[in-house]
């Protein structure tokens, strides 16, 4: 897989309409739980992620090339979020802790179940956190995104992205103390 940027110039230059398909298919579940990070809610997250698929494939911005396509789209999409959260800031929204069922099947080995269920814990603690520490954090661990990627997304320097990213982990670990979580073992 290249990093999207051929499989977007192909569709927005000749109309390659596939191109499009393999960016939703490729960056679809990685820019949903982003949104999540920001919105807080999977449901609203999955529509967002959907408005900034239309957005690019119907106005077909230009990437200016500054960075990775990955940044580009999550740069969009977190645009589409904060738009979202302005347009609907007095509206309340169902947590995603009250609506998911992130169990392993009973079927599962019992380490996959230890692991999910230590998943779910740090799921769960990244909540209580700021959101600009679950951003931070989202951004660096779980979609591997440099510091630098990830203080353009969040239209920062990157020496505060590290010193976000320092109180985040902090905060976290501290978060997981409070619950009783053993993080040793990971």
Same mark, same amino acid.
């Given at each position: 897989?290249?990093?999207?940027?051929?499989?977007?110039?192909?569709?927005?230059?000749?109309?390659?309409?596939?191109?499009?398909?393999?960016?939703?298919?490729?960056?679809?579940?990685?820019?949903?739980?982003?949104?999540?990070?920001?919105?807080?809610?999977?449901?609203?997250?999955?529509?967002?992620?959907?408005?900034?698929?239309?957005?690019?494939?119907?106005?077909?911005?230009?990437?200016?090339?500054?960075?990775?396509?990955?940044?580009w789209l999550y740069t969009i999409g977190r645009n589409v979020a904060i738009d979202y959260?302005?347009?609907?800031?007095?509206?309340?929204? *169902?947590?995603?802790?009250?609506?998911?069922?992130?169990? $392993?099947?009973?079927?599962?080995? /019992?380490? &996959?179940?230890?692991?999910? @269920?230590?998943?779910?814990?740090?799921?769960?603690?990244?909540?209580?956190?700021?959101?600009?520490?679950?951003?931070?954090?989202?951004?660096?661990?779980?979609?591997?995104?440099?510091?630098?990627?990830?203080?353009?997304?969040?239209?920062?320097?990157?020496?505060? *992205?590290?010193?976000?990213?320092?109180?985040?982990?902090? $905060?976290?670990?501290?978060?997981? /103390?409070? &619950?009783?979580?053993?993080? @040793?073992?990971?």
């Amino acid at each position: 897989m290249d990093n999207g940027a051929s499989s977007y110039r192909r569709f927005r230059d000749n109309g390659d309409q596939n191109a499009l398909v393999e960016i939703i298919r490729d960056y679809k579940d990685g820019l949903i739980l982003y949104l999540t990070s920001i919105v807080g809610n999977v449901q609203t997250a999955e529509e967002l992620a959907e408005d900034t698929f239309v957005l690019i494939g119907t106005k077909k911005p230009k990437d200016k090339g500054k960075g990775s396509f990955k940044t580009w789209l999550y740069t969009i999409g977190r645009n589409v979020a904060i738009d979202y959260l302005r347009k609907h800031s007095k509206h309340i929204e *169902v947590s995603i802790d009250d609506n998911a069922d992130l169990i $392993s099947d009973e079927d599962a080995v /019992e380490a &996959e179940y230890i692991k999910k @269920e230590q998943k779910i814990t740090v799921h769960k603690a990244m909540r209580k956190l700021a959101p600009e520490y679950q951003q931070v954090l989202w951004l660096i661990y779980f979609e591997e995104l440099s510091n630098k990627e990830t203080a353009k997304i969040m239209k920062k320097s990157v020496r505060s *992205v590290e010193s976000l990213l320092y109180r985040a982990r902090k $905060s976290l670990k501290s978060q997981l /103390e409070m &619950e009783g979580f053993d993080y @040793e073992k990971l």
